[in-house]
């Protein structure tokens, strides 16, 4: 089959043809090994090994639902299979999620029977997108893979309720599934001002939005109020404020939205843990700042005649950059913050492509993409499958990084080879003679070769 006959199959065969696509390029990362993250947050934490412990830390820790799933993971007995199973599950319903918001809002733009694909092309680059699998492949990603699932079945309960009808739905679905992504994660805080932007993009007015969302408005302030009125979560909003100024998280997330829109654009250089540092004043960001500018000036110019493009930018600008000018991150950027952020620019990207080029051209181009898409995830995936591949691909992009080298060396370390690991141990301490962990793992390292 050529490239310029893809959207001439029929509909029946191309979800097929995509879903087969779809098992091939994820299906080899249920070998995965746990990684980085995922023993501070499951191998070693005893919240998430047992029932009684889950239930005692309810109230008392974040993200109880989140651990919940890794709690039923931990006791099935399925180990590692188990855990990849479920994020392949929720993936999968995550697409199908896009799918369905791909429909409503182009059946809102009048645009759905004279693009009938374009939905399902949009979920399938959201499908395959590489800079995805950190979300995916990547077990403790399931944060930001099932907060989102949540967050866009919230999404889609709001964007069908029909007028008149569907109470229930507005006010107790949409706020539930709101509820329901923050016990998975905090930064789905920014979802009633999503249903607002949906809103707005689909043709309301801003007052009917606010209307139409007060549910979840009103959720927001109950949780607030019990978020305050709690002693260890207002210490930890309290820490998190004084951590950085306003203007240096300005700064810190306009150099964070460069990066991950460019991860988004171009992903040939995945990176679990990107060298980005914290900023604390306007003068290194001036690029950034420069960027931010530029994509709401191209929000605001395509808002009435492009819809697409303008709701695809706002969606992003408000998960990339607003949400933690309040809500800063240690860790400046990860290419799963593209999972909830970024599906909108797959449907803008499909969109423009079919509305603007000959439709065998646009075939092509969408197919090529895909394809291309689907050999980066599978090539990403190969290097989740143990800590050392992992850690050697992230050295490789961010060589100049001390916490990369020391945790690749550790993982040689692990691996029994105290040659490779002691290299990156060095490394890292020429890099920052301040890595404490990599002082002290290269202390033992050398104090007990044999157990290297």
């Known amino acids: 089959m050529r490239l310029s006959d893809f959207m001439t199959l029929d509909q029946r065969q191309l979800p097929v043809w995509l879903a087969a696509l779809f098992a091939l390029v994820y299906l080899h990362s249920m070998g995965g090994a746990f990684q980085f993250d995922d023993f501070n947050v499951i191998v070693d934490l005893a919240t998430v090994h047992s029932l009684e412990r889950w239930l005692a830390d309810v109230g008392q820790g974040i993200r109880p639902l989140l651990k919940l799933s890794y709690l039923l993971n931990w006791i099935s007995g399925w180990d590692l299979i188990g855990f990849h ?3 392949l599950l929720i993936h999968g319903a995550t697409v199908w999620l896009v799918y369905r918001l791909a429909q409503e809002f182009l059946a809102a733009k009048e645009l759905l029977q004279s693009l009938p ?8 680059l959201f499908a395959l997108h590489p800079a995805n699998t950190e979300a995916v492949t990547y077990i403790s990603g399931r944060s930001s893979s099932l907060m989102t699932l949540l967050y866009l079945a919230g999404l889609l309960a709001h964007a069908l309720r029909p007028v008149g009808q569907g109470l229930w739905r507005t006010r107790l679905l949409v706020p539930m599934c709101f509820v329901m992504a923050l016990a998975v994660k905090e930064s789905a805080v920014t979802f009633p001002l999503a249903l607002l932007i949906w809103d707005m993009a689909c043709g309301e007015k801003w007052k009917v939005g606010v209307r139409k969302g007060w549910t979840s408005w009103a959720t927001l302030l109950m949780v607030a109020a019990y978020f305050l009125w709690n002693d260890a979560y207002r210490a930890s909003a309290e820490r998190s404020a004084s951590f950085n100024s306003l203007t240096g998280n300005l700064a810190t997330q306009a150099q964070a939205l460069v990066y991950l829109m460019r991860q988004w654009a171009l992903p040939l250089w995945l990176n679990i843990d990107p060298d980005l540092t914290v900023q604390h004043n306007l003068s290194g960001a001036m690029w950034g700042l420069g960027f931010v500018l530029a994509l709401l000036l191209v ?3 395509t808002w009435r005649t492009r819809a697409w493009i303008g709701f695809a930018l706002a969606w992003a600008l408000l998960h990339l950059l607003f949400l933690h000018l309040f809500f800063p991150r240690l860790d400046v950027a990860n290419d799963r913050q593209l999972y909830l952020a970024a599906w909108p620019l797959c449907l803008a990207l499909v969109v423009e492509l079919q509305l603007r080029l000959p439709t065998r051209i646009a075939a092509a181009l ?3 993409l895909l394809l291309g898409y689907a050999m980066l995830t599978f090539l990403r995936n190969q290097d989740y499958q143990s800590e050392t ?3 050697a691909q992230t050295v490789r992009v961010s060589p100049d990084k001390s916490r990369v080298h020391s945790n690749l060396g550790y993982a ?4 029994k080879k105290p040659v490779q690991a002691r290299l990156e141990y060095l490394q890292a301490l020429r890099l920052d003679p301040d890595n404490v962990k990599a002082r002290l793992n290269l202390r033992r390292l050398n104090a007990r070769p044999e157990a290297g």
Do not use: M
């Open 412 to 415: 040689y370390q692990l691996a």
């Open 299 to 301: 929000t605001v110019l």
């Open 117 to 124: 694909l374009a939905p399902l092309l949009s979920a399938a």
């Open 85 to 87: 199973a479920v994020n």
């Open 366 to 368: 969408v197919a090529a």
């Open 389 to 391: 591949a992992l850690w």
